[in-house]
């Protein structure tokens, strides 16, 4: 069976090896790689290059091409020099690189990899025009030329002349690699004396591995020196904070650790129940139940009511980081940026995954998909349509949780059967879920000397003057009554009823201001989504003349 498994893992890690040497046998002149490890693929590429006992009887001459070195013969098993082929050093230009290139199409089977080429595209017309001529000069011979990128930049003219592979992010099986490696290095004499921890249990190498994932093996191997420099040993909170580094820098990912528990959320009984009902559905036991892995949930409803709140609080419940995607940022201004960076984002998350892919507000970024054509020369409408697809098609276990406070706003596509598991609509809160609100963060803000204590305040005159009100207004209710205490005694007094009721008086609700909106979204929901909370809803919005009645009342 250990036999078995290895075999499946060295399967794993051969197979976009292979995906790439069925594309050099099949005479594909241009092969774009898009990957940040270009040590890897460089390894990848030396692999290939050997004759292997499949009909492959000569090796084959590897060349490399960089803005500062210029066009150069690496063949590794060329150990003399002078059996290595010599270019001028003007070849540090692409163009005069590419004219290089087009003398040799017949002699022998030759890789060429270019590493620095993808500004050139953006902005300079020869080379594409260089590189369009070179393919249909290679298009016949067993020269092939491989664009190695971390971005995926394809001017219209050359679409029909790559092929593209994305390189995944190490998976879990090559990150152990790397592990057992570096240990391997440090239980190596010389570092005999060092006074190092470097004995981990299976569990504890199966949390720091997992930790990393989402890492390319340079950074992994970085976090590992790091942890070793500081520590001593392997830290996993060490191993965290690179992750937390590297999905930051990629732009569109932000990494959150939050503490937020399903308990920090008022109300939302029917969306709680659901939620924890699904804590465990992405163990091996679920599969092998014969359970599906999730797709995700859409929450509709009105701002403040804990859209967001819930999203943290599913992440610390399942025990499972939580990503939030960024719209906003995976739109260039380069032709082809924008697709690309949606796609290194979704790469991302499922090298990380099992996670939470948080989207907020998802129709702010999506809205403008429909007429796209018109607005952006399509650049929406092909993301989101890679976006939908990626959602319905998904085999990782990356569970999406999109929020949307404009339901008017979606597109059609994203509500259709089989993008999410579920859809549910987040209602304003009822009685007993303000008063839930109201416990829950005047509790979370007592300390012995602001005196809060629950049973001193009038929680039923709290819940009607607060008719209408959001999860979000009630908290910035209780917020601002601890400044008006905090100011009336010098930080002395605790805080009292009055300074509620004053807190609650000041403010106007959005449910006043934006009334139709939400009869509008209320009206929209039958029959599309189901409602996070069993109450049901208010029976009405309170107009700015009932909340003055009511204040005169109480």
């Not at 025009?129 to 030329?145: D, G, I, Q």
């Not at 907020?360 to 929406?380: P, V, W």
């Not at 009869?519 to 599309?528: D, F, L, S």
């Amino acid at each position: 069976m250990a036999q078995q498994n290895q075999q499946e893992v060295l399967s794993l890690e051969k197979r976009q090896e292979k995906d790439l040497e069925v594309l050099i046998k099949a005479r594909y002149p241009i092969i774009w790689l898009v990957t940040h490890e270009e040590l890897r693929t460089k390894q990848m590429i030396f692999n290939i290059a050997q004759p292997d006992s499949q009909g492959d009887e000569k090796f084959r001459n590897v060349y490399s091409w960089n803005l500062i070195d210029g066009l150069e013969d690496i063949t590794p098993w060329k150990i003399d020099d002078k059996k290595k082929k010599d270019f001028p050093d003007e070849s540090t230009s692409p163009e005069l690189a590419i004219e290089e290139i087009m003398k040799f199409p017949n002699e022998g089977l030759n890789l060429v990899v270019f590493y620095d080429l993808h500004p050139f595209l953006e902005e300079n017309p020869m080379v594409i025009r260089a590189l369009k001529n070179l393919a249909f000069a290679l298009e016949h011979t067993y020269t092939n030329l491989i664009i190695v990128s971390s971005q995926l930049v394809i001017p219209p003219e050359l679409e029909k002349f790559i092929a593209v592979i994305d390189l995944e992010l190490p998976s879990y099986e090559r990150l152990e690699n790397v592990f057992n490696a570096f240990i391997q290095g440090l239980k190596s004499p010389d570092y005999k004396g060092k006074s190092l921890q470097v004995d981990f249990s299976d569990n504890e190498k199966h949390n720091i591995i997992s930790a990393a994932q989402g890492l390319t093996n340079k950074e992994f191997e970085e976090a590992l020196a790091k942890s070793v420099v500081s520590k001593r040993t392997i830290d996993k909170a060490i191993i965290l904070e690179e992750k937390r580094q590297a999905v930051r820098k990629s732009g569109a990912l932000e990494f959150y650790e939050t503490q937020e528990e399903i308990a920090s959320v008022g109300g939302m009984d029917s969306l709680k129940e659901y939620i924890l009902e699904r804590h465990d559905c992405f163990s091996d036991n679920a599969q092998k139940y014969g359970l599906p892995t999730p797709k995700g949930i859409l929450l509709l409803g009105i701002q403040g009511c804990g859209k967001s709140l819930m999203c943290k609080a599913v992440s610390s419940l399942w025990g499972m980081p939580l990503l939030r995607l960024d719209v906003g940022a995976i739109f260039g201004g380069f032709v082809g940026e924008s697709e690309s960076n949606m796609r290194k984002a979704v790469k991302l998350a499922e090298a990380v995954s099992p996670c939470i892919l948080w989207v907020d507000e998802i129709e702010k970024g999506l809205s403008g998909s429909q007429s796209s054509n018109y607005s952006d020369a399509g650049t929406t409408s092909r993301v989101f349509g890679f976006f939908i697809t990626w959602m319905q098609e998904k085999t990782k276990p990356v569970y999406l949780i999109a929020t949307a406070n404009d339901v008017t706003q979606l597109p059609p596509e994203l509500l259709r059967k089989g993008r999410f598991d579920e859809i549910f609509f987040v209602d304003l809160p009822v009685e007993e879920e303000r008063e839930e609100i109201f416990k829950i963060h005047l509790k979370k803000r007592t300390t012995p000397i602001n005196g809060i204590d629950i049973n001193n305040f009038d929680l039923s005159d709290l819940v009607e003057r607060t008719r209408g009100y959001s999860g979000a207004e009630i908290e910035q209710a209780v917020i601002d009554a601890l400044y008006r205490s905090y100011s009336r005694g010098n930080g002395q007094t605790p805080v009292i009823h009055d300074d509620l009721v004053f807190a609650i008086s000041a403010t106007k609700p959005l449910s006043v201001t934006m009334s139709e909106n939400i009869e509008e979204a209320r009206e929209w929901i039958e029959g599309r989504a189901r409602k996070a909370s069993s109450a049901g809803s208010d029976v009405a919005i309170p107009s700015l003349e009932d909340l003055e009645n009511i204040k005169i009342e109480l």
